[in-house]
């Protein structure tokens, strides 16, 4: 097992950058980069003077134009071409696509990050910044959805077909039809100062007079704050796990060696803690991985939006927005190590759960 590990761990550099490897080369063909943005501002007369990344200036230009300015990049022509050559070296575009690629994977290797595009801070600040939200949103809700998935289901399989499954569905199927953010407005208008109740806070992480509590009303009015969007994402996210965690069970509970402990005299409580448990638990495990990413990094955007809160799954979606290279590649670069490092983690836990399952037993 510990070659496994090894053998995994060395993997993970060369899968990052693969992964890296592909998205920078996708996004790069894309159309309507930074270049092409901002010619598009200039050429609407909404960039002239404005500055960029490090605070070069830009202004519409004038003179002859070239034409293989022209068809490179869409929309600039009037501009002069002495101007789109500022541009491309202040973004970094000057340089050929795998010069580009490899100082960007030397550079991450020191987590050098760069600054963005368009708000001149260091991409790192910017995580660092946004981090708390995002973590608070997707920790606890993963650690929720877990608490209540996994007994719900247990529960539904071990009552297949009676009233609390049926009525435990109704459940279930709202939160399969239901998004996240749907919940959360109607959250909101429920028990935000709408038409109804003002029982919890309409947006942010924390009150305005955080900075002069103690540490107990800290504490209290973090986790009242988190209430609304974590309970929002909860009653969309819990369905799936749910019936997987049924469905997992009903399959362990049918087969041969759940009637062979029984015919022992074992009763139901041994044999599915006992014996069922640690099987059915494998394939919900499993997910656990995708599940925690998700809702670290893009199952919140819609629920940050709504809550007002600015965490990394909205920094992302603006970075896409706007084409600001060095925060996509930069936040992917994380994403991916912390995805890669937690299926690692995921596979060792099999090996806890069930010590049968050795991964690097064929090799050893």
Sequence with gaps: MLRYFIRRLALIPLTLFGIMAVNFLFVQLAPGGPVEQVVAKLQSGQGAGKTIGDGGMIGAGTGRQDFAVQSKYRGAQGLDPALIKELEVQFGFDKPLHARFFTMMKNYLRFDFGKSFYRDVPVTDLIREKMP?????????????????????????????SKFDAATSWAVIIGYAVPAFLFAMVMIVLFCGGRYWNVFPLRGLFSENWDQMGTVDKVKDYLWHLVLPVGSMVAGGFAGLTMLTKNSFLEEISKQYVLTAKAKGLDDTAVLYGHVFRNAMLIVLAGFPAVLVGMLFTGSVLIEVVFSLDGLGLLGFESVMTRDYPVIFGTLYIFGLIGLVLNLICDMTYHLVDPRIDFGGRHE
Excluded at 133 to 160: C, N
């Design 133 to 161: 939200v995002s973590v608070s949103l997707g920790v606890w809700t993963t650690l929720i959805i877990y608490l209540v998935s996994v007994p719900l289901g247990i529960a539904k399989a071990v009552r297949d077909g």
